[in-house]
């Protein structure tokens, strides 16, 4: 998932949604920690297609590594510490 040039985009986005403060905006009144961050932050930020963002966001979702929050006609992502820090184990075990 993370050697690909698509991984690294995957693995780029996890981890700038660890600190989304630090590397996205604050929409007014929200904390990007706490709401999450939107796909068209992402897609700015890594400089593709909103589409191409929302391809990785819609896998990582599947993949049960972030979470979606609905707030009016957005949706936010933020990421499934419990979820990662799952993964991680697995991949530390061997599988």
Do not use: N, Q
Request: hydrophobic share 40%.
């Amino acid at each position: 998932m993370t050697g690909t040039p698509s991984g690294r985009m995957r693995r780029t986005i996890l981890d700038w949604l660890k600190d989304p403060a630090a590397h996205f905006p604050a929409p007014p009144r929200r904390d990007p920690a706490e709401t999450g961050v939107t796909a068209r932050a992402l897609a700015a930020k890594l400089g593709v297609p909103r589409r191409t963002a929302l391809a990785h966001l819609d896998l990582l979702t599947r993949l049960g590594l972030l979470r979606t929050r609905r707030v009016r006609c957005r949706t936010y992502y933020r990421r499934d510490e419990v979820r990662i820090a799952e993964v991680a184990r697995m991949f530390e075990k061997g599988w």
